[in-house]
């Protein structure tokens, strides 16, 4: 009887002192407020690779995705060319709710950033966007 008092007496006491420890954490994420940058995942070249996390920060108008590890990437010289849903394979690597922005350098290269719908017009205000081609108007 006594060993089942101190047992659930220890437990209260550490479910106490870990919910004490998560509401001080908690105070203090909201107080720094929001973390600068856009998170996302992205891929380079488009359409083979990894997902990898990361944010992109858009500071004085040149674009750069800075992954979780590894060199930033220029995202100035890059275009975005395509905006579309995940596939359903794609949407096992990353949030299925996603939208994944498809950017075209100059040299060739391609990239692929997915980002959440309410961060997409965010995105594309920081990344420059191809210019919009006229659909062919002659018939033949």
């Known amino acids: 009887m006594i060993d089942s008092v101190l047992t659930s007496t220890a437990a209260l006491a550490g479910a106490a002192g870990a919910g004490w420890l998560l509401r ?24 083979e690779g990894r997902w990898r996390v990361g944010r992109v920060y858009a500071e004085q108008g040149a674009a750069h995705w800075v992954p979780r590890r590894g060199d930033p990437v220029a995202l100035a ?37 997915a980002v959440m719908p309410l961060d997409l017009r965010e995105l594309l205000a920081a990344v420059p966007q191809a210019a919009e081609t006229p659909p062919d108007q002659s018939e033949n």
Do not use: F
């Open 24 to 47: 001080r954490k908690h105070r203090a994420r909201v107080a720094a407020g929001p973390a600068a940058g856009i998170p996302c995942m992205a891929r380079q070249p488009a359409g």
């Open 77 to 113: 010289d890059g275009r975005a060319t395509a905006v579309r849903a995940p596939s359903v394979r794609e949407g096992i690597s990353i949030n299925p709710g996603s939208r994944i922005v498809t950017c075209a350098y100059a040299g060739g290269g391609t990239m692929e950033i």
